[in-house]
């Protein structure tokens, strides 16, 4: 008897234990919202939180995400990080084998959850503010809580390596530059990313939670418990506190901790039964001195952007002859309502000066002047093409060039900062509003008659036009190739004896390429570096007038800016941007390696700039020798791909080429040596190899005489993968070992990037994907013939 009811105890227990779970289980699978106003969510069984769609901004545009429900502003906590806004008509639905699933009106796929789905069994939105997806067992399979976008919530716990990022601005959910990261030495740090790369620049903000001698005082957690308290928990079990003491106010309030647009991370709180005109109020925000000076990114503002403190807050504006890139972000960058023309008609009298109160640019300059006056300083600026900005104070003369970065107001008196604008186009002034109604009238009147006249004038000349250039196109042939003209009408044109003088004498050697010899020179106050082309035979001219065409019409911060270029008689140079830290090749391979940090900055980069030639110019381009030695580093080890210009070129509608074999011993494609069809892939193959190389800081091919063998590093590599060694890649380097998961997603990148045949190789687009933390699969053996022969 007691053993039945023991047994009844159980089953009622479990039965109990069931239903509670099932009626957690709120969204059963296949059910699905749509994109539409006014579309009821899936509500928590409070009501304090919604899972669904948010229209954004009264029109067609919608977010899925996560919102507090009883709130009028419906205050948005969570957002899928990776995918935009979507029109209406869009839907999320709940897949078995899949999970949420959010898709266009068209049914593509636009964002999904991560993670294996093959239990689901149901999902539901909990009152903490956390959707959580359960597997037949009732074991929690998913959670937004795994994968915050810009908010921490009561109960949420972030982990070493966690980390949270900032929308763009209040209306664009697109990842912003600033981002909340949790170290694996404990400290809580605030940075700026690299918004191309997602490469984390110098912190703002650092908790000091590191402790060198002592690392179980270290922090491993940061957690935001059930009352607002907020604070890093030590390995020690002490607590460093982010919430002040007593700051957390009495009574029933929502609380929230949120990494602001304008970088600021703030936590806050609102009462959950409002009366009246109830907003969210601030507890605490770090940084407390928020116009901050980095060495690295724009700073608090954006790009030529000035940040000065209202409040804790910055508060960012653009100086005279500025506008905002994107009016709907203040904090953003700027764009220049003008700029000066550097031809070779440049001349100093062109260009005058606008006086910014109490601005600076610090540690932008490229050129530091002592001692000096202030009327020499604007003179140096004046008569130097890329000098935008002069800054004088105590004989001292420093010129900054575009973008300016960090800027912010200084109380300084001494300092005086001008702006160059050139006089022609200085920006217009608006014109006084003191226009009587009546004189507006008429001018309403007068200007309707003139437009209407000019409009019917204009719509038949056009017509006119358009015939002339149809009759003449039907009559004149077209070339795949534009003249050399086109090229003199982008960029400066220098006489050989110029350049003999900026180089003094070519007797600086840079280095050697395939076209010829690079030289450092001067021009003005500016260092640059000279390529002097030697092979100008056959179809040398034909490679120069390709290179200055395209490169003038092809801009990344990724590539080597051209400057200028010389076609005199027989001498024909180029004339690039001077980069301070010289090839990738000189940076990997000496005694001790670089940072892993930077490398994979270098090797993300890289791919951007690739991906650019391949798929984002006007005019498709295969470099066709990609290695260390053509990769340059600016002052910030921004990769650059130089001698691009020298590829073969493609047209838009052709996908493959046949030609000699070019590029360098290591970093060649097999099908160089097949006679088959050249494509991009050729670049991906050269790219892989490269990848390796930035990982492990050794050369794609050894020849070690002693041994009499060559060891090959695509060889190395895969052994080192297939063996589960990939540690012994980054041997002796204690920041990749600490990232050894990153460092094998890059090993598997680099594997299926040197696959042999070439439609396994991915395209450069998706190698930046798959960079940018991207899931990526494992690669095949890149030799199937080597792999069997094992």
């Excluded at 409009?455 to 358009?466: D, K, M």
């Excluded at 097999?670 to 193959?685: S, Y």
Aim: with cysteine; hydrophobic share 35%; aromatic share 12%.
């Amino acid at each position: 008897m007691a053993e039945v009811l023991l047994c009844l105890f159980f089953l009622t227990t479990f039965l109990g234990f069931v239903a509670g779970q099932q009626t957690n289980c709120s969204v059963p699978v296949g059910a699905s919202l749509t994109a539409t106003p006014g579309v009821t969510p899936w509500l928590s069984s409070s009501s304090d939180f919604a899972f669904g769609f948010q229209q954004l901004q009264g029109n067609d545009n919608f977010l899925l995400s996560i919102w507090y429900d009883k709130i009028p502003d419906k205050t948005i906590i969570w957002y899928p990080e990776t995918s935009a806004t979507v029109s209406r008509g869009s839907k999320v639905e709940l897949i078995d084998q899949r999970g949420i699933v959010l898709t266009d009106p068209q049914g593509r796929e636009v964002w999904s959850t991560s993670g294996s789905f093959s239990d689901l069994a149901c999902g539901f939105m909990n009152d903490t503010g956390n959707f959580e997806i359960l597997g037949n067992n009732s074991g929690k399979i998913w959670e937004s809580f795994s994968y915050p976008a810009d908010t921490l919530l009561p109960t949420q716990v972030m982990e070493i390596r966690g980390q949270i990022n900032s929308k763009k601005n209040k209306t664009n959910f697109s990842r912003g530059r600033f981002q909340l990261r949790l170290l694996p030495n404990g400290n809580l740090v605030l940075n700026i990313r690299d918004i191309f790369s997602n490469f984390p620049l110098n912190p703002y903000y650092v908790s000091g939670t590191f402790d060198a001698d002592n690392s179980t005082n270290s922090g491993y957690q940061l957690i935001f418990d059930a009352t607002g308290y907020m604070y890093i928990l030590r390995r020690n079990g002490q607590k460093y506190d982010l919430t002040p003491r007593d700051a957390l106010p009495s009574g029933d309030y929502y609380h929230r901790a949120t990494l602001d647009p304008d970088g600021l991370f703030t936590q806050y709180y609102h009462p959950k039964n409002p009366t009246g005109n109830a907003s969210w109020a601030v507890i605490w925000s770090e940084p407390k001195e928020v116009c901050f000076n980095g060495r690295i990114g724009s700073g608090a503002c954006g790009l030529n952007n000035v940040c000065s403190l209202d409040g804790n807050r910055p508060k960012c504006e653009c100086p005279r002859g500025f506008s905002l890139l994107d009016s709907n972000d203040p904090n953003g960058d700027c764009n220049r309502d003008f700029s000066p023309r550097c031809d070779e008609g440049y001349a100093g009298d062109l260009f005058d000066f606008i006086e910014l109160n109490n601005t600076n640019w610090p540690g932008t300059d490229y050129a530091h002047i002592i001692p000096t006056n202030e009327q020499s300083c604007k003179n140096s600026c004046t008569e130097d093409c890329f000098c935008a900005v002069a800054v004088f104070a105590n004989d001292q003369c420093w010129k900054k060039a575009l973008p300016l970065t960090n800027g912010k107001k200084t109380s300084s008196e001494n300092v005086k900062t001008f702006l160059k604008y050139q006089k022609d186009e200085r920006p217009l002034q608006r014109p006084p509003p003191f226009l009587k109604e009546k004189d507006q009238r008429s001018l309403v009147l007068v200007g309707s008659v003139l437009l209407g006249t000019c409009v019917f004038v204009i719509v038949v000349l056009i017509g006119v036009i358009c015939l002339g250039f149809f009759l003449i196109y039907k009559k004149k042939p077209t070339y795949p190739y534009a003249s050399s003209k086109a090229a003199e009408s982008n960029l400066p044109r220098f006489t050989y004896q110029e350049l003999v003088e900026a180089t003094n004498g070519f007797k600086d050697e840079l280095g050697r390429g395939a076209f010829g010899i690079v030289y450092k020179g001067v021009i003005g106050t500016n260092i640059v570096a000279v390529k002097k082309l030697d092979r100008v035979v056959e179809d040398g001219e034909k490679e120069f007038k390709t290179e200055v065409n395209v490169i003038a019409r092809t801009h990344h911060k990724n590539l080597v800016q051209l400057l200028g270029y010389c076609d005199d008689g027989e001498q024909r140079l180029l004339i690039y941007e001077y980069m301070n830290n010289g090839t990738l090749a000189a940076f990997l391979f000496k005694d001790m390696k670089p940072s892993w940090k930077e490398r994979s900055y270098i090797g993300v980069g890289v791919a951007k700039g690739l991906a650019y030639l391949h798929e984002e110019c006007s005019t498709q381009i295969i470099h066709c020798d990609i290695k260390p030695q053509n990769i340059l580093l600016d002052d910030y080890y921004n990769a650059k791909i130089s001698d691009f210009g020298l590829a073969k070129l493609l047209l838009m509608n052709q996908s493959r080429t046949n030609t000699g074999i070019r590029g360098t011993k290591g970093y060649v494609a097999p099908e160089w040596f097949r006679n088959t069809p050249v494509t991009v892939k050729v670049d991906v193959f050269s790219y892989g190899v490269l990848l390796l190389e930035i990982i492990s800081c050794q050369k794609s091919v050894v020849f070690d005489s002693d041994k009499e063998y060559v060891e090959v590093l695509t060889d190395w590599a895969w052994d080192c993968y297939h063996e589960g060694r990939v540690d012994a890649l980054v041997e002796n380097d204690m920041e990749g070992l600490d990232d050894l998961e990153r460092v094998t997603t890059f090993v598997k990148i680099g594997l299926w990037c040197v696959q042999e045949n070439p439609s396994l190789r991915p395209t450069m687009r998706k190698v930046v994907q798959m960079l940018e933390d991207f899931e990526v699969t494992d690669p095949p053996c890149p030799c199937p013939l080597f792999c069997t022969s094992i």
